[in-house]
């Protein structure tokens, strides 16, 4: 009986330790957790007898070992815990069949619709690296670190783990145990963070590249050139400010996505906002003859951050300066549904429809070579996507070849119960 509240005991701290680890997103200690509930079924079930030594242990004894019924809080607990787990368990006998599993392991073999105990583990899946590592384990040899994919119901990476379950005693071997570990969201973020430094790496190494030319062509001799030294230095101020902006973008998308940017949003008055704006773009628009036009009515009225709006709306009005014709138009409007909608449309070239899915990414832009051209860092539009969302809205993009591009901003109204100008003006009018 003290061996079941052993049992009990490890397998109910491995638990908790896992359900913590989950919590916080620590993937690292999630993995040791497992481990220790896994730890916890072998020694419980060593303890308490369960598993017993012999010099011919078959397939049938280990199923009424593994199948005994057990009586009270412990069957009870060792059910949920194992089918609750976000890892899967899989457990096989010496003749590679499964005796054993959890759901998440019946999950991760979608294509089998009933109960996959007492099937072969090649009926399950033909994957070499899943039955290499539960063969290696019928050997005596624990694997880990198995990296396997499966493209059942989408692609998805796990972390195999596999050891041999041993027979008390002499140590025969009955089977293997493995746990399951989905690390698909982990591969997922690798493979943003490198493409995010190979990005970052790119945009920063053009301007450098300029400004170690200049400086060298400037230092051996043509500081003293009247006609190109000034242009030269130009330049180097030109590639210096896009490295700045660059840099500066970095830093608030990092900011933004790790939660450390904080919205404020109150009741604002939006024409007189979005006319600071128009004011500040009207130089590089007048340069190219573009109108911008406010066509906001003088109540309308949102409820956003003012600092994080003027953020969004800027750098749509300075991507559609940028992207539009010579002698084109900008309009701001302002439409109230079930939600506000800010819109800026421009009389530009338009963007392809294979474009669009990705154009709030970080880093992505239709003309590269353009786009670079005009000072564009990539960032912009992620900027106002995250910003957007940390509003409780979204921002959408619509465009047509030829014609132009309108980008959307969604806001939801003010809750109900906010201390705003709109809420109290709605009282006062009643």
């Known amino acids: 009986m003290g061996s079941r509240f052993l049992f009990i005991a490890?397998?109910?701290l491995a638990v908790v330790f896992t359900i913590v680890a989950v919590g916080f997103g620590f993937p690292n200690l999630v993995i040791a957790s497992g481990l220790g509930v896994l730890g916890g079924i072998i020694i419980g079930l060593a303890l308490s007898g369960r598993w017993v030594g012999g010099k011919s242990v078959n397939k049938g004894r280990l199923l009424r070992e593994l199948n005994r019924p057990v009586t009270g809080f412990s069957h009870k607990l060792l059910d949920i815990a194992i089918n609750e787990m976000r890892e899967g368990v899989l457990v096989i006998d010496a003749e590679m069949r499964v005796v054993a599993s959890n759901r998440a392991a019946r999950r991760v073999f979608s294509s089998v619709h009933d109960q996959i105990d007492s099937q072969r583990l090649t009926e399950l899946t033909r994957n070499p690296a899943i039955y290499d590592a539960f063969l290696d384990a019928l050997h005596g040899k624990e694997r880990g670190g198995v990296k396997v994919e499966t493209y059942e119901s989408g692609r998805r990476i796990?972390?195999?783990?596999?050891?041999?379950?041993?027979?008390?005693?002499r140590g025969e071997i009955l089977g293997a145990v493995a746990v399951l570990f989905d690390i698909t969201r982990l591969e997922r973020l690798e493979i943003v963070r490198q493409e995010f430094l190979s990005n970052v790496s790119h945009e920063l190494r053009t301007p450098l590249t300029s400004i170690m030319a200049l400086a060298e062509t400037l230092e051996t001799g043509a500081i003293n050139d009247q006609n190109n030294n000034r242009r030269f230095l130009s330049i180097i101020q030109?590639?210096?400010a896009r490295m700045q902006h660059l840099i500066d973008d970095i830093l608030e998308l990092s900011a933004i996505e790790a939660g450390n940017v904080r919205v404020n949003p109150e009741t604002i008055q939006l024409r007189s906002l979005v006319e600071e704006i128009v004011t500040t773009s009207s130089s590089p628009a007048a340069v190219r003859k573009i109108a911008i036009q406010n066509r906001i009515e003088a109540n309308a009225k949102v409820f956003a951050d003012p600092h994080r709006l003027i953020q969004m709306l800027t750098n749509l009005i300075d991507n559609a300066i940028k992207f539009n014709r010579d002698g084109g138009t900008i309009s701001i409007t302002f439409e109230r549904g079930d939600r506000d909608r800010i819109v800026v449309a421009d009389t530009g070239e338009g963007i392809p429809s294979q474009h669009l899915d990705r154009l709030f990414e970080r880093f992505y832009r239709v003309d590269r070579a353009r786009s670079?051209?005009?000072?564009?860092t990539g960032l912009g539009l992620a900027i106002v996507k995250h910003l957007a969302r940390a509003h409780g809205g979204e921002v959408t993009v619509a465009s047509q070849l030829g014609e132009g591009t309108q980008f959307t901003i969604e806001l939801p109204h003010a809750a109900v119960g906010e201390p705003s100008e709109l809420v109290v003006a709605a009282t006062s009018a009643k």
């Open 158 to 169: 796990f972390d195999l783990r596999v050891v041999p379950l041993r027979a008390t005693g």
């Open 238 to 240: 030109k590639n210096a």
């Open 372 to 376: 670079r051209e005009l000072g564009g």
């Open 10 to 12: 490890v397998l109910g």
